[in-house]
C-alpha cells in the first residue's frame, strides 16, 4: 500500500476530510456528467458550513443581546490588558487585527480555555474600541457590545 499525499489547502483555507453516503456521492458524477451546471462538491461543503458557522454567530449575538450589562473580563493578570490598549497606538491595527491579536493571546496563554474564553474568541467581533476615562476596552459584533476588558486596578475603585 502506497502512502496518500494530500494536496495543500489554498491560503486562507483549511483542508478537511468527510464522508457522505456512495448513493449521494454517485448521484452527483452521474448528474455532473450530464449537466450544464455540474455541482462543485467542494463549494456545496463550504454553503453548507458557512451556514452553520452563522448558526453559530447569530446564537452567540443573541446571547450577547441578552446579557445586561454584557461579560465584562478582568484577567488573571493586566498584561493582557495592557497589550491590547498598546495596539490602539498603531495606526494599522484596525478592530479585526486587535480583536485577531487579542484571540492569539488568550490561545497562547489559555492551553485549558474555559467556556467564557471560548466565546471571547470566537464572537465575530468587527469593532473594538478603547474608552479612556472608564479605562475600557469594547468588543462590539454587529453593534452589540460582547464583553469589555479592564485593567484589575478598575475594580480597587469601587
Known amino acids: 500500500m502506497g502512502a496518500y499525499i494530500m494536496a495543500d489547502a489554498r491560503p486562507g483555507y483549511s483542508r478537511i476530510m468527510g464522508e457522505i ?10 448528474y455532473n456528467k450530464i449537466s ?9 461543503i463550504e454553503l453548507c ?6 448558526r453559530i454567530d447569530d ?14 473580563m478582568v484577567l488573571a493578570s493586566d498584561e493582557i490588558y495592557e497589550e491590547i490598549k498598546d495596539d490602539f ?24 480555555p474555559n467556556d467564557i474564553i471560548i466565546k471571547m474568541v470566537i464572537y465575530p467581533i468587527d469593532d473594538v474600541k478603547y474608552d479612556e476615562s472608564a479605562q475600557q476596552i469594547v468588543f462590539y459584533a454587529k453593534g452589540i457590545r460582547c464583553f469589555s476588558l479592564l485593567p ?7
Not at 453516503?21 to 452521474?30: R, S, T, Y
Not at 458550513?49 to 452563522?54: E, G, S
Open 59 to 72: 446564537e452567540l449575538l443573541e446571547e450577547a443581546s441578552r446579557i445586561e450589562d454584557n461579560m465584562v
Open 152 to 158: 484589575s486596578n478598575h475594580w480597587n475603585k469601587y
Open 36 to 44: 450544464d451546471r455540474p455541482l462543485n462538491i467542494s463549494k456545496a
Open 49 to 54: 458550513i458557512r451556514r452553520a458557522v452563522k
Open 89 to 112: 497606538g498603531d495606526e494599522e491595527l484596525n478592530s479585526i487585527d486587535i480583536h485577531k491579536h487579542f484571540r492569539e493571546i488568550l490561545i497562547r496563554k489559555y492551553s485549558q
Open 21 to 30: 453516503p456512495k448513493v449521494m456521492h454517485e448521484k452527483i458524477i452521474l
